[in-house]
């Protein structure tokens, strides 16, 4: 399904967004009937399963209070998570394009679950201002990837352990692969939370990407990563207010059999909750 009106921006619109209609962004190709899927080799499909088996995960501890969990969700998991996006962003309230500025090099579609957080302003409410549209409610089963997340993460690393969080936000971002976002913090929770040092927790499906982390906004201090599909990425405590962005979104690296249960779009799917 195509977003309809692509390019078009409606009367209510503000400047620097281009808003969708009810219809939303489809992140996945429609499946033509009678198209023939040919299989991955079983070598390709016993690898993937492997790596994307939650025994097989790998945790490391970047800095205080910054744990990545690499591998952690299994492929069934991605899927599911995939679809339920899918599902939420073609509907009300689903994917649209946010303004950024004149220029600007980051191609995304962006959905917000739970609260609408506004990139015009930095601000949280319940309704877009563009169109009143209400964000969809993050699905139970979201909240359950969190919990386990946060609770594995602490399990591993019991002296770089962060509190749990009930999230009430999740924004969805869906990369192109000449997506881009430069380095900043995420700041705009209310100070409770933020005092608080409640974590962020972030979801990676799709093409790898080229991660950046630091104290401050300088791309030539910052520390690189490659997340990939299936990894999470936890910063709270100590590392709530750390810079971070994406420089590269990598071509053709998503796992074959995501790609062929779902017909995930070429790019990277990204989900960052949080409570506010």
């Excluded at 991955?40 to 790998?58: D, G, M, Q, T, W």
Aim: overall charge positive.
């Amino acid at each position: 399904m195509e977003p309809r009106g692509r390019g078009r921006r409606s009367p209510s619109t503000p400047p620097g967004v281009v808003g969708y209609d009810q219809s939303g962004f489809d992140i996945c190709h429609p499946k033509q009937p009678g198209t023939i899927v040919l299989k991955p080799p079983l070598l390709v499909k016993n690898r993937e399963k492997r790596r994307s088996s939650c025994s097989s995960a790998k945790a490391l501890s970047l800095r205080a209070g910054m744990v990545l969990l690499k591998g952690y969700l299994a492929l069934s998991d991605q899927e599911k998570i995939v679809e339920r996006c899918r599902e939420l962003g073609v509907g009300d309230g689903g994917f649209y394009q946010p303004g950024y500025g004149e220029g600007s090099k980051m191609h995304l579609k962006m959905m917000c679950l739970g609260k609408n957080w506004d990139p015009d302003t930095s601000q949280y409410g319940d309704q877009r201002p563009f169109d009143g549209a209400k964000p969809p409610e993050i699905p139970p089963e979201f909240h359950n990837y969190v919990r386990n997340a946060l609770r594995d993460s602490n399990a591993f690393f019991p002296d770089n352990s962060l509190p749990s969080i009930s999230p009430d936000i999740c924004i969805v971002n869906f990369y192109s692969q000449s997506g881009r976002l430069g380095l900043h913090q995420d700041k705009d929770e209310s100070e409770d939370s933020l005092g608080r040092g409640l974590p962020v927790v972030s979801f990676s499906i799709g093409d790898s990407a080229d991660f950046l982390y630091g104290d401050h906004r300088d791309v030539d201090k910052a520390h690189k990563l490659q997340l990939q599909s299936g990894d999470v990425l936890i910063f709270g405590g100590p590392s709530r207010h750390v810079f971070h962005g994406v420089t590269a979104i990598h071509p053709s690296t998503a796992p074959t059999l995501l790609l062929q249960h779902t017909n995930l779009r070429p790019g990277r799917l990204n989900l960052t909750f949080r409570q506010y």
